[in-house]
């Protein structure tokens, strides 16, 4: 995930507090390692294949998938986003990292594999209207309607069954990575004129980071 417009793993996230994941905590410290481990690679946009179907569940919680983790935090940052799918950079996997502030301003850093967005009873379906951008859509931005809590059921990097809760701008990041690891970007939701904004933004501007050219 974009940022607004506006504007070792064994350590990694696994206090847990009335069965939530608490990502709040050392932060930068946990951040900073994953990506000194890692390689930034380029990101994949909107029309590469591995975007656009659903991605293979995460089956060996092994080095391989720890040393993806590592490099996928070095993309996140070297693209400046707040939330990046293995898809975006070319692999089919679900798994999914952020480093992403609430509203409150609370910095969230972790990461999920196997991925399930948990569906919200109705009382606390309240849309947030918000701007929305994507890495995989760089430059451009639109409103999209998502509920502004979210809460998302899956593993840790080493296999542990984890919850996740997000409010505000963090809860419309965790929507908009578990899409991606089904094969839905942000502009698959806006309306057919949204959507072909959206693409010509894409298309009129020039991304700050390194795409992946679609053949």
Same mark, same amino acid.
């Given at each position: 995930? +974009?940022?607004?417009?506006?504007?070792?793993? #064994?350590?990694?996230?696994? %206090?847990?507090?009335?069965? $939530? &994941?608490? *990502?709040?905590?050392?932060?930068?410290?946990?951040?900073?390692?994953?990506?000194?481990?890692?390689?930034?690679?380029?990101?994949?946009?909107?029309?590469?294949?591995?975007?656009?179907?659903?991605?293979?569940?995460?089956?060996?919680?092994?080095?391989?998938?720890?040393?993806?983790?590592?490099?996928?935090?070095?993309?996140?940052? +070297?693209?400046?986003?707040?939330?990046?799918? #293995?898809?975006?950079?070319? %692999?089919?996997?679900?798994? $999914? &990292?952020? *480093?992403?502030?609430?509203?409150?301003?609370?910095?969230?850093?972790?990461?999920?594999?196997?991925?399930?967005?948990?569906?919200?009873?109705?009382?606390?379906?309240?849309?947030?209207?918000?701007?929305?951008?994507?890495?995989?859509?760089?430059?451009?931005?639109?409103?999209?309607?998502?509920?502004?809590?979210?809460?998302?059921?899956?593993?840790?990097?080493?296999?542990?069954?984890?919850?996740?809760?997000?409010?505000?701008?963090?809860?419309?990041?965790?929507?908009?990575?578990?899409?991606?690891?089904?094969?839905?970007?942000?502009?698959?939701?806006?309306?057919?004129?949204?959507?072909?904004?959206?693409?010509?933004?894409?298309?009129?501007?020039?991304?700050?980071?390194?795409?992946?050219?679609?053949?």
């Amino acid at each position: 995930m +974009a940022q607004q417009e506006t504007d070792q793993q #064994a350590t990694d996230q696994q %206090v847990i507090n009335d069965g $939530f &994941v608490v *990502d709040t905590e050392n932060t930068e410290e946990r951040e900073q390692a994953y990506r000194e481990r890692g390689t930034a690679r380029p990101i994949t946009v909107v029309g590469n294949p591995v975007l656009h179907k659903e991605c293979e569940d995460v089956t060996e919680f092994d080095d391989k998938l720890a040393a993806l983790i590592d490099d996928m935090f070095a993309s996140q940052r +070297a693209a400046e986003g707040v939330g990046l799918a #293995a898809n975006q950079i070319g %692999v089919d996997l679900k798994v $999914f &990292v952020y *480093d992403c502030p609430d509203d409150d301003g609370v910095r969230h850093v972790g990461v999920v594999c196997n991925p399930v967005l948990q569906e919200l009873p109705q009382e606390q379906r309240r849309l947030d209207e918000s701007n929305e951008g994507c890495l995989s859509v760089p430059t451009a931005y639109a409103e999209l309607g998502r509920p502004d809590y979210a809460v998302v059921h899956g593993q840790d990097a080493q296999g542990n069954p984890i919850k996740v809760r997000g409010t505000g701008y963090f809860a419309r990041c965790l929507q908009h990575e578990t899409d991606h690891l089904y094969g839905y970007l942000y502009i698959d939701r806006l309306s057919k004129r949204d959507r072909k904004d959206a693409l010509k933004q894409m298309a009129e501007g020039t991304p700050r980071y390194e795409t992946v050219p679609n053949d």
